[in-house]
């Protein structure tokens, strides 16, 4: 975990204004409670189990258990901080409460050609905190997310990216 992550708590999510909610699916947010508690009530106590007998041996200075253990300790213990002060701001948006269905909202799954080449590709839009490229799991706030965002089936829309525009047409919009 980086030093970032208590930034970006305090600043919102990248991008965007401070103070902005951080949405997630109740699912996201699930995980981030059982991190909370395996981190609290698991992790936490073992390692300073650890670090109480470390401390025992006597010269600390040149005590591998003991540095590392406490190390482990300040990286768990800056990890509860992030993660507490995150579900605290938490905005849990159940995406199968979804009444409009022919639109993209946080939450769907949606289906776009890539009007250049006919590729499709599909992405579910998610949290900041639950975003996975590789399982198809994008951030609200990613420019392909803000692009589709209130499209309906159909729909083409301009999605900015490195190498230029690129025109994104909408093939499918699902939600669980």
Known sequence: MSD???????????????????????????ALRDELRRLWEEERPKVVEVVS????????????????????LREIDRRVRF?????ERVQ????AAQAK???????ATVTYARL???AEVTVTIVGVDEADADAGRISWVAPVARALLGARVGETRRLRTPAGVEEIEVVAITYP
């Open 83 to 87: 993660i507490r002060k995150r579900l």
């Open 116 to 118: 250049s080449d006919d």
């Open 53 to 72: 007998w470390a401390a025992g041996l006597g010269d600390r200075s040149e005590n591998a258990d003991y540095q590392y253990g406490k190390r482990r």
């Open 4 to 30: 970032r992550e208590d930034d970006e708590d305090e600043e919102g999510p990248p991008g965007l204004p401070p103070g902005t909610p951080f949405y997630m699916t109740p699912a996201g947010a699930q």
């Open 101 to 107: 269905r022919d639109q993209v909202f946080f939450g």
């Open 92 to 95: 849990v948006v159940d995406p």
